[in-house]
């Protein structure tokens, strides 16, 4: 079984913080995404990666950032968090193929609240 | 954006009823795929089923059946004999090329 995992489940900040929110695959996937779930928004794309230190910017990138140093590690950056970044956080990756046509494996996501 | 569309923001019913989920998408393309996934309280989002345009038949896996209608862009999610245990949040998704689009999600409450 496809098994992807995120460091936290639940993670408390301060605004101003740097916040990194690290994800984990053990499949040798190739695509790793990052989105966030909003009540009455669904998920929106953050941040997705193809291969190993290449990003694309999703629909709302802005405040974020992302960097994939090894194959299997996705990590998402909250340069200064604010509280309009308080949200759930879901990781998914995918194996090779087009970002959007493969089937997307979830982590549990993270619950972040920025004070 | 292209959008998907899930209507239902919530639905609630008895355990053992039916319950339709409905899906509309939006895409310019020939070739997309199709998905859902369930969320259950634990939160993480659990794939249903993939399907590409392609594939017109419908699908039927246990209690769970997908009706795919290429002419009015849905692809609707129906549940047999609901249990306590389908409650969750469910998730159309569209994709196509690199760009992948959920919609809002449908909580579905089954009470015993």
């Known amino acids: 079984d496809v098994k992807v995992t995120q460091s936290s489940r639940y993670l408390v900040k301060r605004t101003g913080e740097k916040v990194f929110l690290e994800c984990v695959q053990d499949m040798d996937h190739e695509n790793m995404f990052w989105y966030r779930q909003d009540p009455g928004l669904g998920l929106r794309l953050i941040y997705f990666?193809?291969?190993?230190?290449?990003?694309e910017k999703g629909d709302i990138p802005e405040g974020y950032s992302v960097s994939r140093e090894k194959k299997e590690r996705f990590s998402l950056i909250l340069e200064s968090a604010s509280t309009n970044q308080t949200s759930m956080y879901l990781c998914?990756?995918?194996?090779?193929?087009?970002?959007?046509?493969?089937?997307?494996?979830f982590g549990p996501g993270t619950r972040l609240t920025v004070l | 954006a292209q959008k998907v569309t899930q209507a239902q923001t919530e639905i609630s019913v008895v355990e053992k009823e039916d319950v339709t989920l409905d899906c509309v998408y939006e895409t310019r393309d020939t070739t997309y795929y199709l998905f859902w996934y369930k969320q259950p309280p634990s939160g993480e989002l659990v794939f249903l089923i993939r399907?590409?345009?392609?594939?017109?038949q419908n699908e039927i896996s246990g209690r769970y059946s997908w009706n795919f209608q290429k002419s009015t862009s849905s692809f609707n999610f129906t549940i047999t004999a609901s249990q306590v245990v389908d409650s969750a949040v469910y998730f159309c998704?569209?994709?196509?090329?690199?760009?992948?689009?959920f919609g809002a999600g449908t909580r579905l409450t089954v009470k015993p």
């Open positions: 998704a569209r994709g196509n090329n690199n760009d992948m689009r």
């Open positions: 399907r590409n345009s392609f594939d017109e």
């Open positions: 990666s193809y291969d190993v230190k290449m990003k």
């Open positions: 998914a990756s995918s194996s090779r193929g087009l970002a959007a046509t493969d089937t997307q494996y």
